[in-house]
């Protein structure tokens, strides 16, 4: 099925509405797609390496306001609509110990999983049912998805081609390596 998901989602890239493609993706990867949207992203950049700044500003956009659905989802439905989302993902099961601990790291949670390969739509549908700061949220998603997307953008638009095996396949633990430094600088700094 995933594998069917990414070959349409690939097909997506090449259509003259790709723009908008890429927008409705990225819209629904942030609170229930499986599919990130790099994989629109990428081959459009290299198809077109002067729209690069405005394929990661769709995808930016477009990914802050899913967010904010994904945090509605938690916030309003998180029984009906959110619950079964993350119990099929398999993340149902620490629910009660993550909602007491989650917002005293949301900040770090939600940037991690904005630039991370761990999935977005988890901690947004999280922030929203644990009642983290809508602010803190919004801005912590366009920082976190800035990060991530205008990185993809601005190394396709340098290298071009070379680079896409290491985005496809490296960029998500050079993102995750990232945070856990900078998480750990912070301890560091924190506890000396």
Do not use: C
């Not at 992203?41 to 700044?53: E, G």
């Not at 659905?69 to 938690?74: F, K, N, S, T, V």
């Not at 917002?103 to 049912?129: E, R």
């Not at 070379?162 to 985005?167: L, N, S, V």
């Amino acid at each position: 099925m995933l594998r069917s998901l990414y070959d349409w989602t690939i097909r997506l890239a090449e259509h003259p509405h790709a723009l908008w493609a890429l927008a409705i993706v990225a819209f629904i990867e942030s609170s229930v797609f499986p599919i990130p949207p790099d994989v629109l992203m990428i081959p459009m950049i290299l198809a077109r390496p002067s729209r690069a700044w405005l394929i990661a500003s769709v995808a930016l956009v477009a990914s802050v306001l899913g967010g904010m659905l994904g945090y509605a989802i938690g916030a309003f439905f998180y029984e009906s609509i959110g619950q079964p989302i993350l119990e099929s993902m398999g993340k149902a099961h620490a629910m009660e110990e993550f909602n007491t601990r989650f917002n005293d790291f949301g900040f770090w949670a939600v940037l991690a999983a904005g630039v991370t390969p761990f999935p977005y739509k988890v901690i947004t549908i999280m922030s929203g049912w644990t009642g983290m700061p809508l602010g803190t949220f919004i801005a912590t998603s366009i920082l976190a998805r800035a990060l991530r997307f205008f990185l993809v953008a601005g190394l396709l638009w340098r290298f071009g081609e070379p680079i896409r095996d290491f985005i496809e396949k490296r960029l998500g633990l050079m993102f995750t390596l990232f945070i856990i430094l900078l998480f750990g600088g912070f301890l560091v700094v924190r506890y000396l």
